[in-house]
């Protein structure tokens, strides 16, 4: 079983600032990788896979990267509706444990 | 436009079962992979399995093999999460999501509550 670890699991921001997310996994997964937005009460929305496709109607302020066991999410300037929790996963199956995006 | 809608809220007692639905639309049923998804409160997600929608092969996490049964109606453009031995544990919202590269489109969630 693969399991998928995020860091840093809480990341103060403020609004305009640069975010960096990272997910690794357990053992190799080439690119078989997707991001996702969650905000409270909503299901969460796909914003990259392949690990670094943005999801149609992702704003380029979102990209990915890594292949591999290391990756990233780099939200370039935050904006206001983008503090949420940010999950990764490995196609088709396990989530990592989250990471919250909080208003500095 | 592609619509997954999911069955209404549940509360079941320990021990009993629950089946949630997912009906789709928008899109050709059996052209892609349809998974499920369960979120306890406060929790990360969970996946659970998926079926291909085309031949009905399914594959579950380990966790709940056994106790997860997944299926689908091509007529009806349904898939089913089927869940037996309920325990406080499984409390959580579920969702159905289609795949297979990432999850581009969500149902909208089921919350199931086991509460004696």
């Known amino acids: 079983e693969i399991v998928m670890t995020q860091s840093p699991d809480t990341l103060s921001v403020s609004p305009g600032e640069r975010a960096t997310l990272s997910c690794r996994a357990s053992?190799?997964?080439?690119?078989?990788l997707a991001w996702y937005q969650q905000k409270p009460g909503q299901a969460p929305r796909l914003l990259i896979y392949?690990?670094?496709t943005r999801a149609t109607g992702v704003p380029a302020r979102f990209s990915g990267s890594g292949s591999g066991t290391e990756f990233t999410l780099t939200i370039s300037s935050l904006q206001s509706e983008d503090f949420a929790v940010y999950y990764c996963?490995?196609?088709?199956?396990?989530f990592g444990q989250g990471t919250k995006v909080e208003i500095k | 436009q592609v619509q997954l809608v999911q069955s209404g809220a549940e509360v079941k007692k320990p021990g009993a079962s629950v089946k949630v639905s997912c009906k789709t639309s928008?899109?050709?049923?059996?052209?892609?992979?349809l998974h499920w998804v369960r979120q306890a409160p406060g929790q990360r997600l969970e996946w659970m399995g998926w079926?291909?929608?085309?031949?009905?092969?399914?594959k579950y996490s380990q966790k709940l093999r056994g106790r997860a049964t997944i299926t689908r109606d091509t007529s009806a453009n349904t898939t089913y999460m089927e869940l037996i031995s309920l325990a406080s544990e499984d409390t959580a919202v579920y969702y159905c999501?289609?795949?297979?590269?990432?999850?581009?489109?969500w149902g909208q969630g089921t919350l199931v509550t086991v509460s004696s």
């Open positions: 996963q490995q196609y088709n199956n396990f």
């Open positions: 392949g690990a670094s």
């Open positions: 053992q190799s997964i080439s690119t078989n």
């Open positions: 999501a289609r795949g297979p590269s990432g999850f581009d489109y």
């Open positions: 079926i291909n929608t085309g031949n009905g092969n399914t």
């Open positions: 928008g899109y050709s049923f059996t052209t892609y992979v």
